[in-house]
């Protein structure tokens, strides 16, 4: 007679609820904490209209963008034909900054760089004067904020573009005492510098902190780096910031001072774009 023996049961397994979804897998540590946030809110209420990831994934900076068009800028010198600039543009990293640029080399708003001088000749950049028609709006701004906070380091090498922004030069109006009419009141002093109206365009002759301060990239140029030196060779009035005789007229606020800063580093003979454009793809 045959022995049966019963079989012995496995130890029940614990079932997870139906209803209760396996533990997420940790997060890359590429991914910031903010992407991390954003992600987190999308999953836990998918009906809130939050970007897809794909959009929320940090653009280039300059070092690493694509140039997704080219644009030109030909240049002349004391009225003598100096060459072309290309400069590549990043579309897809600054789209505002890019279509800004674009818009004022084809002349596609009506208003063009062709005839613009470039009025200002520094160490580490050169200028070219921008269409008082034209004014800065949120998204260059944004964009130029977005890149420093995205990229560290030196952005502005040799070659880049960018589009001013921001002038460090002018500061937030002085608070003075007066007397009016036998009251005393508290106002601002004028300032004597007008602003940048976001058109004026910077190109980087070597690496240079001060167009990081001022400048949302644009692109770089792609040719024509030896016209870019040609225009940064060009005597021009001497900086004379440093002076002891300067900085105490600025100090007492004399207007002369103000007027003299402008014409600092601006070139002894005309730096004109004579025509400027998009090409094609």
């Not at 070092?63 to 003598?80: P, V």
């Not at 005839?115 to 130029?144: C, H, M, N, Y």
């Not at 420093?148 to 573009?161: E, I, N, P, Y």
């Amino acid at each position: 007679m045959k022995t049966l023996i019963p079989a012995i049961p496995s130890a029940p397994q614990p079932l997870l609820p139906s209803s209760q979804p396996p533990p997420p897998s940790p997060l890359s540590p590429i991914i910031s904490r903010r992407l991390a946030l954003n992600l987190t809110l999308s999953l836990s209420f998918p009906s809130l209209p939050f970007p897809p990831l794909s959009s929320a994934l940090l653009s280039p900076c300059p070092s690493s963008a694509t140039i997704t068009s080219e644009s030109f800028l030909d240049i002349s010198i004391a009225g003598t034909p100096a060459g072309r600039i290309t400069i590549g543009l990043f579309a897809d990293a600054f789209p505002a900054a890019a279509a800004r640029f674009a818009a004022l080399a084809s002349g596609s708003r009506g208003l063009s760089f062709r005839r613009k001088e470039f009025v200002k000749i520094t160490p580490t950049f050169i200028q070219l004067a921008g269409v008082q028609s034209f004014g800065i709006d949120a998204d260059l701004v944004a964009e130029w904020a977005a890149e420093a906070d995205r990229c560290a380091g030196l952005r502005s090498t040799a070659g880049t573009v960018g589009i001013v922004v921001r002038n460090p030069a002018i500061s937030a109006p002085a608070m003075r005492i007066v007397a009016r009419n036998g009251r005393i009141e508290v106002v601002e002093e004028e300032e004597g510098e007008v602003g940048t109206n976001g058109t004026e365009i910077m190109i980087a002759t070597r690496e240079s902190p001060e167009m990081d301060e001022r400048a949302v990239t644009v692109g770089r140029v792609v040719e024509g780096m030896e016209v870019v030196e040609k225009i940064a060779g060009v005597s021009k009035v001497r900086d004379n910031a440093g002076s002891p005789y300067f900085r105490m007229a600025k100090l007492i606020g004399d207007k002369r001072a103000v007027v003299a800063e402008r014409g600092f580093n601006r070139p002894f003979v005309k730096v004109v774009v004579t025509d400027s454009g998009l090409l094609k793809d």
